[in-house]
Structure formats: C-alpha cells, structure tokens
C-alpha cells in the first residue's frame, strides 16, 4: 500500500481534476460580468490549473491575488481556495492552513466549504498531523452525511478521502465501507469513476480480502483507460503485480510492470516511479536476477527522495541488503541493513502514529458524546425535581434512582474507555502473534536497558535468535502451522528467560534478547539452553510434530559497547556465522568469541 504522504499526493491530484466542474457549478451561481477579474479567474479554474499547477496557472494567480478586491466576497473564496490548494502542492503549509480557515468561516457556498475541508484533510495528513486529519474527517463525515446543498461530485470526493485516509490508519473496513458508498449511493460519473475503482481496490487489497479482486482490478484498469487516467491505471496495477508476487508469480509481476513502465516514466510521478522500482526489485530477486533486482531498488532509491521511509524505500534496502549479502558483500550489506531498518523504522512508526491517531479521535468522540449524554441526563434529573417538588419522599427516590443510573453510566463508560485504551497500549507494544515485544518497543526498552547499564557500569549482552530453514516449514505445512512454531518456539525461549530480560520479534522468524547484567560466558551458556529447549520442543507437543532448530548469534557490551545498533551488528554477525558453519548452533563474531571458549564443547557443538 502506498504509505500517507504518497496517498496525500495522489488524492491531491485527483483534487485537481475536480476544480473544472466544480468552477462551472460556482460560475453559475454568479450574475454574468465582463470584470478582468472575474474572466482571470474563470480562466485559472477552467483552463490554466485543473490538470496541474502549471507556470500559466502560477502566474494567474499572481495577478489574480492583486486584483482580488475587484472580485465578489464569494468569488474571493474561490480564489482564496486556488492559492490554498497551490500552497500545499508547494508545502507552505502555514499559508494553506490560514486561507482553508479563512474559507471555512466566511464562505456561505457549502460546496466550496466542503472542497475546502476535503483539501485540510490532506493537508493536515501530508503533515503527519494525523489527529487533527481525523478529527476534520470527522466534521467532514457528518457535513456528508446530512448532504444539504452538496452535489454528487463533492460527496463522491468526500467518501474517496475518507476511505483513503481510513485505509493509512489500517481501519480497511471503514475505508471499504466509503469507498463502497460511491457506488451505493450512484454518486460515480463518467470521467470520475477511475478513482472511486482506485480507491475501492486500495481499501480490499489492504484487507487482504482478495477474493474476486481480479476482476475488479481489470475493470478499473479499464476504466482508466478509458478516462485516460494513466496515472490511476498504473496505481491499479501496481496492485495487481503486488498481488502476484504474494501468490508466488513474480514472473507475471514483471511483465506486468515492464509493459507499464513507459507510461508511469511518462507521468514522472515519483513517488508512483518508486513503487514500481520496488515491486520489480522484489519480484527480480525472487527470480534469482540479483543484478536486475539490484538495478531496480537503486532506481526506487533515487524516486524516492520525496519521502525516505515509504514503504518502496524500505523495500528497496532491504532487497540490496539481500543482494549484498548474496554476493559476500559484507560492507555494502551491513550499509544497507542499517538504511532499511531506519527506513522501515520510519514506515512502522507512521503507521503506528495513524492508528494511534486514528483511535484518539475515536475515543474523543466517544467521551463527548458520553458528555452529552450526562448532561442531558443531568436535565432530566432537574426537571423531575421541579415537577415532583409537593411529594418530598418520592422526589428524593426518584433522584438517588437517576443519579446511581448516572454515575453508573458514567463508570461504565469510564471503564470502557479505560479497557480499549490499555488494550490499543498493549497492541502497540506486543507482537499480535506471539504476543512478546514487537520491534518498536523492543528497540525503545532495549536503548533504555542500555543506557542504566552504561550509568551503573554493568554488563549486558544482546542475542540474535533466527529459525533454521523455517520458510521450508511454511511452504510444506502452510502458514498456520508456521504460526504455531513460532509460537512454540517463543514458549521455549520463555522458559530461561529472566524477568529483566528484553524480549521481542524482530520480524519473520527472527528473535531478539537482552540480557542485562550478563557476561559473554553467561550469555552463551544461556543461549545454549535455549538452543537446545527449541530443538527438543517438538518432542513434547504430539499435536505438532514439526522440527525445527535455531541458529545465534551473541555480541556484548565489551567489544560493541552500549550503542544498541554496534550490538545488533555484532550480533548479527554472529548469527550468520552460524547459519554458514551449519546452522543449530551460537556464535559470536570471529574476533569477539573467548579463545578458550572457542575450544569449548558447549559452543562448538551446538
């Protein structure tokens, strides 16, 4: 899925598209005038800037904004919301926020109003000012919902941003849901319908509900082509090619995006150019063309200076992280590594941003209208008072009834609430599968640990920890049996762990602990037990009679220091030092490992 500031972009393009008819609707609304102005700006809204902020249309509004005084107070807002658009396209953000508020408050045309809220909402998330893009979203839900004075086009661009922006924050069936609403309500027409197809596909390939997506994927390609919307076109099969290098096709991936690749060359959307590089560099390595993939990703690398740590830029470190390393590379590949966990770290958190901001708002939402049920309820109370003044007995039940009805509706809100916050908590700190720290909070409680140990001068130790041959597992007996080891192998690893050990998922099959106050000797004797409970934990569950083994590898805080990522490295290292001497077994770097150690039974026959 194309990550926000890469959606914001295209859904700024689409917005585009929209200011001819919506300038036609606005002109017609106004008594005819020959005023220089007015045919300036009929002109920028008709034909200098719908398809792109062009120098023509740069230059209009130049003049337009000194000639503005000669311009109705309604025909100014149109103005105001050309320059506002033209701002965020140029990121001055700060002027697109002041001219949208200025729209927001004096315009009396609920059309421009709601063109104007849409525009904020992609703002704001271009901004990564995620909470507030919810929380405008919402105001702009209801403006849609009670459709006074909307046209089908504005509520049709309406529900395409809120599905987009509901799909960044993973809540697919929110944005399934508005983006079905198009179509329910007939609000697609002709000219438009390719991004309404875009964003309906979108929302059910990030469900991951794929069944029958083909067909809605040929169908939108079609429509695209057919509205000469390349740009949608190519974004639907990027989709496409996505889902066949899912399915294990990445030969029919390839073709799909070589064919396509001139027309995507030909818009120049880079960020569009950066997916396709990424998908091809995936799909190139899959095949075994390690110098096309490479090719690929460096290409993915240079479209996509615009943001460094969309998903296509992570995809495309770590496939030169992989290809580096296949090579025997080793510089090359610890470099890009380094860059793909940084910009994979960056693509994590801005997810998690969204939906932290996204649950926010929700939670909001839900206090306020819990408030308003208070007071109305509060009301109520005052009402019965008054009323029931002559039976001073009955009055005073009937008020101790309401008020325990209130405070009980209040704790159990309040409870609600409450639960729902711990709970998104937890997931944001837990791996949904395993439930041990996932890689985030794995990363933050490990930099801590490191830096008491580094105050207090103790020892600490870091243990890498990756399955043996663990896709062959997955390929033979699918991936719920897959889930299940991996389970297990975490249950295994439990069983030695201390209470102020840190351990977390880093990704796939691969592992990380901490080990505070633990010397090199301490963390490989540990490591091997742990090593030898994963190997036998097939023996003792006769539901899953799966083998599987592990490879370690172990740095510490004597040669790589308290720098959490010198750690990982070193680590690192060592664990694909194991993978080549045979995998089942701990190591440690060729230069760190104890020369007796080295010699040693418990290592070296792991």
Request: charged content about 20%; hydrophobic content about 40%; aromatic content about 8%.
């Amino acid at each position: 899925m194309p990550n926000s500031g890469t959606r914001c972009r295209w859904l700024l393009i689409s917005l585009i598209g929209s200011l001819a008819l919506f300038a036609g609707m606005a002109c017609a609304t106004e008594p005819a005038t020959t005023n220089e102005s007015e045919v300036l700006l009929q002109q920028a809204e008709t034909q200098a800037c719908p398809t792109a902020l062009t120098k023509q249309c740069v230059s209009l509004l130049r003049r337009l904004d000194s000639m503005a005084d000669q311009l109705s107070p309604e025909r100014r807002q149109h103005l105001r919301y050309l320059q506002a658009w033209q701002a965020v396209l140029g990121g001055d953000y700060q002027k697109s926020d002041a001219l949208i508020d200025g729209i927001l408050s004096h315009s009396q045309d609920p059309n421009l109003s709601l063109q104007a809220a849409i525009l904020q909402v992609n703002s704001l998330s271009e901004q990564s000012r995620f909470e507030e893009a919810f929380r405008q979203l919402s105001r702009l839900i209801v403006s849609l919902q009670d459709g006074v004075g909307i046209t089908p086009r504005m509520r049709e661009k309406g529900f395409v941003v809120a599905s987009s922006l509901y799909a960044d924050a993973g809540q697919y069936e929110l944005a399934s849901y508005y983006a079905n609403e198009i179509f329910r309500q007939g609000l697609a027409i002709d000219g438009y319908t390719c991004v309404d197809d875009h964003a309906r596909i979108a929302a059910l390939f990030g469900s991951g509900q794929w069944e029958g997506i083909e067909s809605l994927m040929a169908q939108g390609i079609e429509v695209c082509i057919k509205e000469g919307n390349s740009l949608y076109a190519n974004g639907i099969r990027y989709f496409a090619a996505k889902l066949d290098v899912s399915r294990g096709h990445p030969e029919q991936a390839i073709a799909l995006l070589r064919k396509n690749y001139p027309a995507a060359e030909r818009d120049g959307y880079a960020p569009q150019l950066a997916q396709f590089n990424a998908l091809l560099a995936a799909a190139y390595y899959e095949t075994g063309q390690l110098q096309l993939a490479r090719e690929s990703a460096l290409a993915a690398v240079t479209h996509g200076t615009h943001n460094h740590y969309a998903e296509s830029i992570g995809t495309a470190y770590r496939i030169l992280y992989l290809g580096a390393k296949q090579q025997g590379d080793v510089a090359s590949a610890l470099a890009y590594h380094e860059r793909y966990m940084t910009a994979d770290k960056g693509y994590l958190d801005e997810l998690s941003a969204k939906a932290l901001a996204f649950q926010t708002v929700q939670q909001q939402v839900a206090a306020k209208k819990l408030q308003i049920d208070t007071l109305n309820k509060q009301n109520r109370i005052l009402q019965l008072q008054q009323s029931l003044d002559r039976s001073a007995s009955e009055t005073n039940r009937l008020y101790i009834i309401l008020l325990l009805t209130v405070l009980g509706f209040i704790a159990f809100w309040t409870y609600r609430i409450k639960r729902s916050q711990l709970r998104f908590m937890k997931l944001a700190r837990r791996d949904g599968l395993t439930g041990i720290f996932n890689r985030q909070h794995f990363v933050s409680s490990a930099e801590l640990q490191l830096q008491y140990c580094r105050k207090s001068s103790r020892q600490a130790c870091l243990v890498l920890i990756d399955l043996d041959h663990f896709k062959v597992v997955n390929d033979t007996h699918g991936h719920a049996v897959g889930d299940r080891v991996l389970k297990r192998a975490v249950a295994a690893c439990q069983k030695h762990l201390r209470s102020t050990d840190i351990f977390g998922r880093l990704g796939g099959e691969e592992f990380g602990i901490v080990l505070p106050e633990c010397t090199l000797e301490q963390a490989l004797g540990r490591a091997e037990q742990i090593r030898a409970a994963i190997a036998d934990a097939a023996g003792s569950d006769d539901s899953l009679a799966v083998a599987v083994s592990a490879s370690f590898g172990v740095a510490t805080i004597e040669r790589s220091g308290y720098d959490l990522r010198k750690l990982l490295i070193d680590a690192d290292d060592g664990l694909y030092r194991a993978k080549r001497e045979g995998r089942n077994r701990v190591r440690v770097c060729d230069d760190a490992q104890p020369r007796e150690r080295v010699a040693g039974v418990a290592v070296e026959n792991a």
